[in-house]
């Protein structure tokens, strides 16, 4: 998808999302972005999920509506037995799987002390996570 297209697409999604907690999923979005330059975006699950070309690292969860979580993932070949590590100093993430991260934004005081850390979680993310 090129570029002008792909923003068309997400403004469109941003414009016509009805979530409770919008300007949160909105703020979210732009930290991913200015984080980590260079990602690519989509909708994937009727949600905004972003990575390297075609392979996905981070995914918003957006439902139920009142739910704001950033799902930092491996893609689907990641291996449940290479002894996969991430450092989380701040312990923002909780692990669905060794190698599956959720950060779940309670509220907008949540969302702003959490995006202290974010920015270089998402960066040390997608860095490692990169083959």
């Keep these: 998808m090129a570029v002008a297209e792909q923003w068309s697409t997400l403004d469109l999604y941003f414009d016509s999302l009805q979530h409770t907690r919008k300007s949160e999923v909105i703020a979210l979005h732009h ?9 690519s975006e989509r909708i994937k699950w009727n949600a905004p999920s972003y990575g390297l070309g ?33 450092e989380d100093p701040d312990k923002i993430l909780s692990w669905a799987a060794p190698d599956r991260g959720v950060v779940t934004f309670k509220d907008a005081e949540d969302f702003a002390a959490k995006s ?16």
Excluded at 31 to 39: E, H, R
Excluded at 116 to 131: E, F, G, H, Q
């Design 116 to 131: 202290k850390s974010l920015p270089d979680i998402l960066r040390r993310w997608v860095a490692c996570t990169t083959r």
């Design 31 to 39: 930290l991913i972005l200015d984080a980590v330059p260079g990602l």
């Design 54 to 86: 075609a392979d996905d690292r981070i995914t918003m969860r957006l439902s139920p509506g009142d739910r704001v979580q950033l799902i930092l993932h491996r893609g689907a070949k990641a291996g449940a037995d290479d002894f996969f590590r991430f």
